[in-house]
């Protein structure tokens, strides 16, 4: 029988992953603008995406979370853990192709996509079934993408990526729901915050 979340971790999960995404809505829109003014087109794509993905999944984590004591709770939980693996990607987008191209951050962006194609797809049929074992073949990839663009990268990116794969890492875990599902929507809202601490930097590249 699944172990009961209890009110106070949902209504704290909720209230935190809320400015989350009060706080990441602000940066990421900082970020559009400032590209866009910058007629960076590499760096408006990426961070276009990583705006969207991330939004997106964290406002499915506020009703999953809502919902997981309730039997839509493995439904919602599918939908939001597909859209968190597109946001943990997409997270990185900005060091494969938005500061700077290079070869390796095409070949990051085409490891992160393929992975994030099958891990959607993992995750849909089978939800957190054999976790333990899919979820390093995830980390993996990701570590392995992490540093090809790791050159082009801050220490809060840094610290941001070590937080949402650990939450990615504890999110099949119950004991720490709580934990879990803070760890993720932080990392994301980090990752917003470094690509605007290095764009403001100057170290974006203009095409236009």
Same mark, same amino acid.
């Given at each position: 029988?699944?172990? =009961?979340?209890?009110?106070?971790?949902?209504i704290f999960v909720g209230v935190w992953t809320g400015l989350c995404f009060a706080v990441y809505g602000g940066i990421g829109i900082v970020?559009?603008? =400032?590209?866009?003014?910058?007629?960076?087109?590499g760096m408006t794509t990426a961070a276009s995406i990583m705006f969207g993905a991330c939004m997106i999944y964290i406002i499915l984590q506020i009703i999953s979370v809502s919902m997981v004591n309730t039997r839509a709770s493995t439904t919602m939980g599918k939908i939001s853990l597909d859209f968190a693996i597109i946001a943990v990607i997409s997270s990185l987008f900005p060091?494969?192709?938005?500061? =700077?191209?290079?070869?390796?951050?095409?070949?990051?962006?085409?490891?992160?996509?393929?992975?994030?194609?099958l891990m959607i797809i993992y995750t849909s049929i089978r939800y957190f079934k054999y976790w333990n074992f899919v979820y390093p073949v995830f980390a993996v990839i990701y570590i392995a993408s992490f540093i090809l663009v790791f050159s082009k990268m801050n220490f809060i990116s840094v610290i941001a990526s070590v937080l949402t794969l650990l939450g990615m890492f504890m999110l099949s875990r119950e004991k720490l729901f709580l934990i879990s599902h803070i760890l993720?929507?932080?990392?994301?809202?980090?990752?917003?915050?470094?690509?605007?601490?290095l764009s403001l930097s100057g170290e974006t590249v203009q095409l236009l």
């Open positions: 029988m699944k172990r =009961k979340v209890p009110t106070e971790h949902i970020n559009i603008v =400032k590209a866009i003014l910058a007629k960076d087109i060091y494969c192709f938005g500061l =700077k191209f290079s070869a390796s951050g095409w070949v990051s962006f085409g490891l992160l996509c393929g992975v994030a194609v993720v929507p932080t990392g994301i809202t980090l990752s917003a915050l470094a690509t605007l601490c």
